[in-house]
């Protein structure tokens, strides 16, 4: 499994960034698909998820903001953020959760990772 990240930026508060996460080593379009998010001190934190059938949810922080999307075609999620606010300075996170057989664990697949900065 591989998942790799990009799109990351310096940007001016009120300003918008799409970010990218191209995926391989797993069947993409059978998987949902989650960007977590994780500030300097602070927990990873869950932005937002695209089930395999394209239902969204968002983080209550992030709602009305942030958006996302998935290409099955390009095996490529989409976060798509707009009136970004200094709080959302992050390292931005692509994760799938991969469950081999039934009964065994379930293992998480994180990216490397993509900066957000947000200036004030």
């Known amino acids: 499994v591989q998942l790799v990240e990009s799109g990351g930026d310096l940007v001016q508060a009120g300003g918008s960034l799409r970010l990218s996460c191209v995926a391989s080593?797993?069947?993409?379009?059978?998987?949902?698909m989650h960007w977590y998010r994780q500030a300097p001190g602070n927990q990873r934190e869950l932005v937002a998820t695209i089930t395999s059938s394209g239902g969204t949810n968002f983080a209550d922080s992030v709602r009305d903001r942030f958006g996302i999307s998935r290409d099955n075609a390009k095996n490529t999620v989409y976060l798509q953020m707009n009136s970004l606010k200094p709080e959302d300075t992050a390292v931005y996170y692509c994760?799938?959760?991969?469950?081999?057989?039934?009964?065994?664990?379930?293992?998480?697949?994180w990216g490397q990772g993509t900066q957000v900065t947000v200036s004030s």
């Open positions: 994760n799938v959760k991969i469950r081999r057989s039934v009964v065994g664990p379930e293992t998480d697949y």
């Open positions: 080593g797993f069947i993409f379009s059978y998987r949902d």
